[in-house]
């Protein structure tokens, strides 16, 4: 294989050195493979490294980042180890790895959202995506004097239609996924937005964010990933304004079944979402405590609103309808799925309750026997 080397501006605008050409046949082969095991599939050419040794696709610069590493090798390895994520019982993974393998196989056609979707009135799942955004931004009123730190932006879908729609005044993004955090950097640069959206790697855990910093904290189906979820309403009461907003659309465990083979299903259905899912124990919140906690965490006016009827029948049905979402679903998920379309979603997601959480930090100082 011939390897013309020369340098080149990368997505992220660092210098890097890339690849002119890779043996087609080799390519072809490795984006079947992949595809087989349910890595993102591998864009055309061309393929550049950048200075940290990382792959780098440049062709699709929405889709084309993937989390392929070091050497020509790196798909492959990411392949086996989908696979062992995917088919063995224990294999765990952390949530960074476990979007970094996923890459760019996002649920929407036209942007990259990861949310099941609000599907109230929502038709197509790019609709449905964006409407869940837009129920967080509409639930935390927010506006141009507002400063936002959202949480798990995924690939800032959402940041790029609030700016849009509401016109905050600033957004400062924040997520643990290196990929996702570079691509989607890139994309809020090509609709110049920089100076509108700034986005961190960092965790929700431990913002790398001043006190008082803001007046909105969003999470948009991404908290029950945090270790743990407590910890983030910490963080988020930490850097709130008084007066400040948070506001969460969360999966949660849904209240137990009376015994039976529903009880057994939501039990078995919510290990393998914990355990597939980077979902820490301290997370299996039903909906009192996860109230309780938010009350616990210094918020007033706490409300959890159960929307999973809006939530997981649309879903469920549009994978049903919808032969172009089912294919992006990874090919590990899709096998078991073939079966679970011919169950109601009632069945399938019974183990869970899908919520829409607003709380308010209080204006006013408390003393901790709760006085003002
Ligand atoms: C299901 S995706 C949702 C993405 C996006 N909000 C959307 O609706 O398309 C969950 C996101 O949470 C991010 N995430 C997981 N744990 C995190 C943490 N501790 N801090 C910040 N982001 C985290 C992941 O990297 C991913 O972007």
Not at 24 to 37: I, M, V
Not at 73 to 80: K, M, Q, R, S
Not at 126 to 155: I, K, N, Q, S, T
Not at 213 to 239: G, K, L, P, S, Y
Request: with cysteine.
């Amino acid at each position: 294989m011939q390897r013309l080397w020369k340098v080149r501006q990368d997505l992220v605008g660092r210098r890097v050195a890339s690849s002119g050409s890779i043996a087609a046949k080799g390519r072809a082969a490795l984006s079947g493979f992949c595809e087989q095991a349910g890595v993102s599939r591998l864009p055309a050419a061309p393929i550049s490294l950048n200075s940290g040794g990382e792959m780098r696709f440049m062709s699709d610069p929405d889709r084309g980042a993937t989390s392929a590493r070091n050497h020509f090798l790196g798909p492959l390895g990411d392949a086996a180890r989908f696979a062992a994520w995917a088919y063995t019982p224990f294999q765990r993974l952390a949530a960074p790895e476990l979007y970094g393998l996923l890459a760019t196989r996002a649920f929407t056609t036209n942007g990259l959202y990861l949310n099941l979707g609000y599907w109230k009135a929502a038709r197509t799942i790019d609709e449905a995506c964006a409407a869940l955004a837009l129920l967080v931004a509409e639930a935390a009123r927010m506006g141009p004097d507002d400063d936002v730190v959202d949480v798990g932006f995924g690939f800032a879908d959402q940041d790029l239609l609030w700016v849009e729609r509401f016109a905050p005044r600033h957004i400062t993004g924040l997520n643990v996924t290196p990929v996702q955090v570079r691509l989607a950097r890139h994309r809020v640069r090509r609709r110049g937005l920089a100076d509108r959206i700034t986005l961190i790697e960092g965790s929700a855990t431990a913002m790398p964010l001043p006190d008082a910093c803001c007046d909105i904290v969003t999470a948009v189906e991404c908290a029950f990933h945090f270790h743990t979820r407590a910890d983030f309403i910490a963080e988020a009461f930490r850097v709130l304004r008084p007066g400040g907003r948070l506001v969460l659309a969360d999966v949660i465990r849904a209240a137990p079944e009376p015994e039976g083979w529903r009880r057994r299903m939501q039990d078995f259905s919510w290990r393998q979402f914990a355990q597939k899912f980077a979902v820490p124990a301290a997370n299996a919140d039903q909906r009192t405590p996860y109230t309780a906690k938010l009350r616990a965490g210094g918020f007033e006016t706490v409300d959890v609103t159960p929307i999973g009827e809006h939530v997981f029948p649309g879903w469920h049905r549009a994978l049903g309808e919808d032969e172009a979402l089912f294919a992006r679903l990874p090919l590990a998920g899709r096998l078991p799925y073939r079966l679970l379309l011919n169950l109601d979603a009632r069945t399938v997601y019974g183990a869970f309750d899908y919520v829409l959480a607003t709380a308010r930090k209080p204006t006013q100082e408390r003393m901790p026997n709760g006085a003002i």
